[in-house]
């Protein structure tokens, strides 16, 4: 159910007001509104909050960030970060910057240098294995290279699709060295040709700016591997290795030592200034004299004592939170807040998807709760199915914990799992009428009706149409009620007279014309047959009344939604004569293996069917034809200034 909503005023000293708001923060009760919205123009006294330190606050959140992720993670230490927070809360904020920028001081410098070295060595040593790997493919070709002074060699990697470059290649250096060069290639792999070309350092410029216009793969080893055997070149890469590697972990032992000592130090002011941060946000919403603070916000009642106690608990009399007169004007900007038990709040995220109830208009979500079940189980009204439906749910659940949606979508069907397994039990059905022809179950019997849902068809079709009589007449009786509620605010007065008027002459409309058909049909006692028309009589100015002349068609409407409820009993009864054509079809087999198959793909067809088909139709009944008689939606969530949940 929706909870009553408090206006509050928080006003105290300036100087207090960073505390009070992380006091705030830390409660997570008031949802805040903007005091600047009621300042009027031309006063000089009350003005906007100036937001003082945000940037600062900020930057040094981003360094003492990047510091973090500059440290290896270690076991945290939880309890001291909490104490090392809660001594923080207590600081201004001049106080907690300045010990941030110590910290920064201290540390940013040396973890940057390190994360800095560590980068270059990691970058050095996949140079290295890149020169290695090309080395060991070109070293079988060492033995056919010339050894000429003033010559340069040069390697280049070519695949093996691109072959027919080689040829071009040669022509190439041919024209460019006047034939002054040796070319030699060889296949190291599969996929790759070595060439090495070999050629008088004067061509130099002319050779590289050739294989750079053709995106050849020319490799260039630096200048101290130049002109050494390969088996050298290669010792000398394996020793650079090495100590790059050494280095890196000596790097990483100065970070986990440096890590030990400070993080949970970081930890904790990292967390403080998130909170700041996040509190700073908010500080356009205040309001400010030249001395004193102002706070506005709204707070659920049973919340307000709660909130008072804490805020004098930590400032005593010098902060003050005062419970605001309501009108029923202000009221109506009053926040939304569920505070539905467990078994409702699935029913209650479905109302969010579709519109949120305004303050002090009556919440669906519990009734929802009530019928949808009931209505989803008269449907599916199959003790197999309704086991089968809770096992898929429960399933679900457990397998993506993480998504909400689902979540609340499978506690629904969980739900309404229950009310399939006892409607089935009534209906003598399990999995169709297999269960009654092994004499497991058989249908019940009420005022002389056996249960079962192939015979019963027109007793079942009266309950359904019962029900939705029943369904619409309480959703008019709850139009009334909000309407009565809506006329403490002058401005809805006259509408709500009219709506009062509409809905009460739907009531009566629809308790006559039961009167005289059920007088017809000699159900009910004749001598109530003029109550009826009376009240059919009585019943038409107010509705014109309420909604004009097009009121009248709006009866014929509202009999269709009642009408529309039989689809209770006609999604049960296409439900049923599946699972019997799946059960007969089976038994028709001659091989049980495949009469047991075509059975079981039929029934799980049915049961898919089962657990969407009746889930949309209730939906629809509820959010159509029974929301729509007194629910208006259109209302603003409660959004209490608070931290939200961290992943852990």
Sequence with gaps: MLQKMVKIQVIGPKKDLPTVVDTLYRLGTVHLEDVTATISRG???LRRMEVVKSDELIHNLEKIGGILFALPRIQEDKVKQTGIYDELSKKSDDEILARANTLVGELESITKNYATDKSDLQFTITNLDKYENIIEKVQPLENQLPEL??????????????????EIVRNTIFDITNNQFELISAGVDKKTIATIIVYHKRFSDQVHGFLYSQNVNEIRLPPEYVGKPFKEILTLIGKRKEQAIEDIHRIDRELTNLSTKRYDDLA??????????????VFHKFGQTDYTFFILGWIPKKYFKESQKALKSSFGERVV?????????????????YDNPRIVKP????????????????????????????????????IAYGIIILGFALIMKKRYRQMDWLQYLMNILIISSFPSIFFGFLFGEFFGNFGEQLGWIHPMKFMGVTLNRI?????????????????????????????????RCKKYVHESKKQICEKGGMIMVFIGIILVLGTVVRMIPTVLQSPGVILIIIALPLIIYGRGFFGVFEIIGTMGNILSYARIMAIGMA???????????????????VGFLIAALLHILNIILAMFSPFLHSLRLHLVEFDSKFYEGGGKMYKPFKKEKESS
């Design 321 to 337: 939170i005062i419970e605001l007169p309501l009108t029923p004007e202000i009221e109506e900007e009053a926040p939304t807040f």
């Design 268 to 281: 904790a002011m990292h967390r403080i200034l998130s909170t700041r941060s996040e509190e700073l946000r």
């Design 455 to 487: 015979e019963a068809i027109l007793p079942l079709l009266l309950l359904a149409i019962a029900i939705g009589v029943f369904h619409v007449i309480l959703g008019l009786i709850l139009g009334i009620v909000n309407a009565v509620s809506r006329m």
């Design 575 to 593: 439900s049923v004569v599946l699972a019997l054509v799946a059960n007969q079809m089976g038994g028709m087999m001659d091989v049980a293996l």
């Design 149 to 166: 002074e003033g010559f340069e060699v040069t390697f280049i990697l070519i695949e093996r699709e691109f072959a027919d470059v080689l």
């Design 347 to 382: 029913f209650e995220f479905i109302m969010k998807l579709i519109s949120l109830p305004k303050y002090g208009e009556i919440d669906p979500s519990p009734l929802i709760t009530i019928f949808f079940p009931i209505f989803f189980g008269l449907m599916v009204g199959d």
């Design 43 to 45: 006063d000089t006294m």
